[in-house]
Every structure is written in C-alpha cells, then in structure tokens.
C-alpha cells in the first residue's frame, strides 16, 4: 500500500524559512519522478517543483531562488525547502509521486501523479 506522509508546515512570517518533509512507502521510491503541489483556498491545486529520480529538479517561476526541491532515497523522503516566503506561498502543500522515474515537461500536471499525500499547512503572515 503506497503512502505519502508530509510534514514540517507551520506558520511564519514573511521573509521567513520552512522545511517540508515527506516520506514515503509501499513502493520502491528511488525509481520514482516526485513532485510538490500546493492548493490555497478556493484556487486550484498548481506545481511547485519536482525531481526526476536521478535528480534533475524543475521549478515554477514563482517559487524560483527561493525553493529548493530535494530527495533522499536512503531515507524514502522528498524535502521542499522554502526560503523568503511570501504571503501568497501560503497553502496546503501535498507531495506526489508519479509511475516513472522521468518526470518530463508534464510534470506541472496533476492528472501525471500517481499516489498523493494528505498535505501540511503552511501560512506566511505579512
């Protein structure tokens, strides 16, 4: 059974720094392109970032110079790190994990993802 468990969201202030963690399992992770979306209210679900599994990264221009995506396939767990944040960074942010270790040009697609975490709440006050 596939799980994808984040963690480490939380609530700062702009300017601020937050590390998202998730951790996965019920799959051989290392093989598997991941991503970050984030949802706020009433917005739909966008990409943030992703990693193919040999550990090319892509980004979204809004979050670019100030996230960092990373993975760890010792540890089976996917890290956003999040510098400068902005109140608009504000969302729940969920980590994905797509059926192929190249995540491609579509990778800012939702319908590309396979298994979805829960999400954590992040919250950047002005």
């Known amino acids: 059974q596939v799980q994808l468990v984040e963690s480490g969201g939380g609530s700062v202030q702009s300017g601020g720094s937050l590390r998202l963690s998730c951790v996965a399992s019920?799959?051989?992770?290392?093989?598997?392109?991941m991503g970050w979306f984030r949802q706020a209210p009433g917005k739909e679900r966008e990409a943030v970032a992703s990693?193919?599994?040999?550990?090319?990264?892509s980004y979204v221009d809004s979050v670019k110079g100030r996230f960092t995506i990373s993975r760890d396939n010792g540890k089976n767990t996917l890290y956003l790190e999040m510098n400068s944040l902005k109140p608009e960074d504000t969302a729940m942010y969920l980590c994905?994990?797509?059926?192929?270790?190249?995540?491609?040009?579509?990778?800012?697609?939702?319908?590309?993802?396979?298994?979805w975490g829960q999400g954590t709440q992040v919250t950047v006050s002005s």
């Open positions: 994905a994990a797509k059926k192929s270790g190249y995540c491609a040009t579509s990778w800012v697609l939702r319908s590309e993802y396979n298994y």
């Open positions: 019920g799959y051989t992770y290392s093989k598997y392109c």
């Open positions: 990693i193919d599994s040999d550990g090319s990264t």
